[in-house]
């Protein structure tokens, strides 16, 4: 994968101020006396941590690959029981073996050697400099204070230098990883002081002992893979049947599909927007329709005008979707936006007439995209208008029938998708240039 030179330029700046900190700095704080007992541990902690990091669990997120484990924990131990210096060599040696396992990029592998690295050293120099290491972490108040001030260094520099980087690397803001990797980072901040602290006790008493720590790395592991394992399965379902539904119309196929990803275009348009609420609005707009499973195929696909009861049919399709999406968890938070992608912002749509910005956000702008989608493909009672016959009759329907807000953001990434010097393909040609 190419990235861009920027992006080599920062994590090259990174590593040099790593390397040379953990140098000049490292050698003049506190080392322990290296006996048997000592290479017992280290060992022990450097199976640990690749063990822990081979287990790691990616979090259910359709954007980044965000892996939840107790990795960050045992580096954190490390620089606790043998030191800032010490500390990070073998939390470096841990980590490495997964990278050379699955055969990381050697950008990759840079980059999570500086995170390691310096958050490691960095927590070990905040604990050494504070606390009294002639006791463990949990004797005395003081050195429990001086732990949770290291483990908040820790995870401030570990997250802070990872979401500075990657936003290098994906075109985003530091502040849109930072949120997106919030649940594995609490996780994580969590299991720093717990594991953090045990692990100098169970060293000081028997490094044997040490073994006990991997099976606790057992649970999470466990449980974080059932969670996305369900959630997951839950996801599939949903859009398959979402997209069973768009095949009863041959003239509707893959309209999920394309929704979803001009909602996608939209959404990048609004920075600011948080990362749950991005990633809720384009799983709605993936499954906007479930609720037609209750509509009948002659109504779906009668080819002239509707009837008043017909279209009353119709009509219910908004809420029989937001009941079946209410009785499921990974869902929930999606309900309200399938329930009123219908509502208009002069307040006369369904199913409530919601108006203006009573209307979720989410509802807005899929029903910005799912109406350009229905103008630009051929029912079987008209033709499909052109692209400019479709963005004229959203730019008059703009503040009346959408957001105008979410009609302006549309144009700009309906321009940003196609340079401005070609024609404007139909929203299949875009969907499918992926």
């Avoid at 002639?134 to 997250?159: E, M, R």
């Avoid at 692990?199 to 008493?205: K, S």
């Avoid at 509502?343 to 749509?349: C, P, Q, V, Y």
């Amino acid at each position: 994968m190419q990235y861009p030179l920027r992006l080599y330029s920062l994590v090259g700046l990174f590593g040099i101020l790593t390397l040379g900190l953990i140098a000049f700095v490292g050698p003049q704080l506190w080392i322990p006396s290296i006996t048997w007992q000592f290479v017992v541990a280290a060992l022990v902690l450097i199976i640990a941590i690749a063990l822990s990091d081979l287990l790691g669990v990616d979090l259910p997120m359709s954007r980044l690959r965000i892996t939840v484990s107790v990795s960050s924990a045992l580096c954190f131990s490390a620089a606790l029981t043998f030191g800032p210096l010490l500390g990070t060599v073998i939390a470096l040696a841990g980590s490495l073996v997964e990278d050379v396992i699955d055969r990381r990029e050697p950008i990759k592998l840079a980059v999570n050697s500086i995170n390691c690295a310096l958050s490691t050293f960095l927590g070990g120099w905040v604990y050494v400099s504070l606390a009294d290491i002639t006791l463990t972490p949990i004797t005395t108040l003081q050195n429990f204070a001086a732990t949770l001030l290291a483990a908040g260094a820790f995870g401030i520099v570990q997250s802070v230098l990872l979401s500075v980087i990657l936003s290098q690397a994906g075109g985003t803001s530091p502040w849109y990883i930072l949120t997106a990797s919030a649940r594995g980072l609490l996780v994580e901040l969590l299991a720093l002081p717990a594991l953090g602290t045990l692990y100098p006790v169970l060293a000081r008493e028997n490094p044997l002992a040490l073994v006990l720590m991997i099976i606790p790395l057992l649970g999470p592991y466990f449980a974080f893979r059932n969670y996305r394992q369900l959630h997951h399965e839950t996801r599939a379902t949903f859009e398959l049947l979402a997209d069973l539904l768009d095949r009863r119309d041959p003239y509707t196929s893959e309209h999920s599909q394309r929704v979803a990803h001009l909602v996608e275009m939209i959404l990048k348009q609004f920075p600011d927007l948080p990362y749950e609420e991005f990633e809720a609005i384009l799983s709605a707009a993936r499954i906007h329709d479930l609720g037609k499973i209750a509509t009948t195929d002659f109504v779906l696909s009668k080819p002239g005008r509707l009837t008043d009861e017909e279209f009353a049919v119709i009509k219910r399709h908004p809420v029989e979707g937001s009941e079946i999406l209410r009785r499921l968890t990974p869902y929930r938070q999606i309900v309200q936006i399938v329930r009123h992608h219908h509502e208009r912002w002069d307040g006369r749509g369904y199913p409530d007439g919601l108006a203006g910005e009573q209307i979720p956000f989410g509802s807005r702008v899929i029903a910005v995209a799912d109406t350009y989608d229905a103008m630009t493909s051929d029912r079987a009672y008209r033709p499909a208008m052109t692209h400019e016959q479709a963005m004229a009759e959203i730019r008059r329907c703009a503040g009346a029938q959408f957001d105008p807000a979410v009609v302006v953001a549309f144009e700009r990434a309906i321009a940003a998708e196609v340079p401005a010097r070609h024609p404007v393909p139909s929203v299949l040609d875009i969907a499918s240039s992926e």
